[in-house]
């Protein structure tokens, strides 16, 4: 068995329909992780508010291919998401929320991700189509926001492995 | 729709039979974000290598749920969990890796993390079963090593979910 580092990527068949709407993050370094991960799986557009910044330290050249979108507000971008055919999903616990392992993805998907801390807020939970919540078996009893999202990704991404 | 969070966890229904091992590692960061998402599906071991230590503020409550198990050499280790029953199986592209879309784990496995920069060691190859790779569609091409690790434990938790 020998290495193989850095393979070529796969290639899509179609572009990736899946954009990441991030609320407010307190640390750039998550959002920074959140676009590595993105990249890697072929999406090209992140929206974001609040001091959304990428390091490239931590994003490495998804700084390159990542089209980094910063709102002053998220829902009027949503409306318009929901407008282009997106299907306004949640990354939340919340009152009937999908089991991320039996979900099945629209390929227009608009996933939303909350705060470190205060996860979505009322306002923006007002504009989700549905949430997906994450099986949790033990202690802290919640993942890391780019933990959490890097699951959605790789579900997806095997959902829809071609775009 | 309204929030949920930290819904108490899922109950195993008997313990996780997955085991990490990580090769020495660049970040005690990486390796503490390896423990929170570990912990969160339930499992309690992690055995490592180099200077691996949790950092609380990263790895949260996990520290006092994972039992951290640093040795001086991984080899023989990884003997004692073959003949344990363990299937040893790395997480790295390599000739013949299997695509972790597609892979069916045995349920008593170690999976085997390599190094940020360098991958697996040939030593380490060496004592694998097999190895898995996840897709990659994009730049830069390569998942950071906690990434990965999180997919892979999702992968594995689905195939699992009671244990």
Not at 18 to 43: K, M, W
Not at 67 to 81: A, D, M
Not at 92 to 105: I, K, P
Not at 123 to 149: C, K, M, R
Request: charged share 25%.
């Amino acid at each position: 068995m020998q290495h193989l580092r850095h393979k070529p990527p796969r290639e899509l068949l179609r572009p990736r329909e899946l954009v990441l709407v991030c609320a407010p993050l307190r640390s750039n370094v998550n959002l920074s992780r959140i676009a590595r991960a993105a990249s890697c799986c072929g999406l090209t557009r992140i929206i974001a508010s609040g001091h959304a910044k990428l390091d490239r330290e931590v994003a490495r050249d998804a700084v390159d291919v990542i089209q980094l979108e910063v709102r002053r507000s998220l829902p009027p971008v949503i409306k318009q998401l929901k407008a282009e055919g997106y299907r306004i999903v949640g990354l939340e616990q919340t009152t009937n929320s999908h089991d991320l392992h039996h979900y099945a993805f629209p390929r227009k998907t608009a996933l939303v991700i909350g705060n470190e801390r205060t996860g979505l807020t009322e306002e923006l939970l007002a504009t989700l189509d549905e949430a997906i919540e994450i099986p949790v078996w033990g202690l802290p009893h919640s993942y890391n926001v780019a933990t959490a999202t890097t699951m959605a990704l790789y579900e997806y991404c095997k959902q829809f492995p071609d775009g």
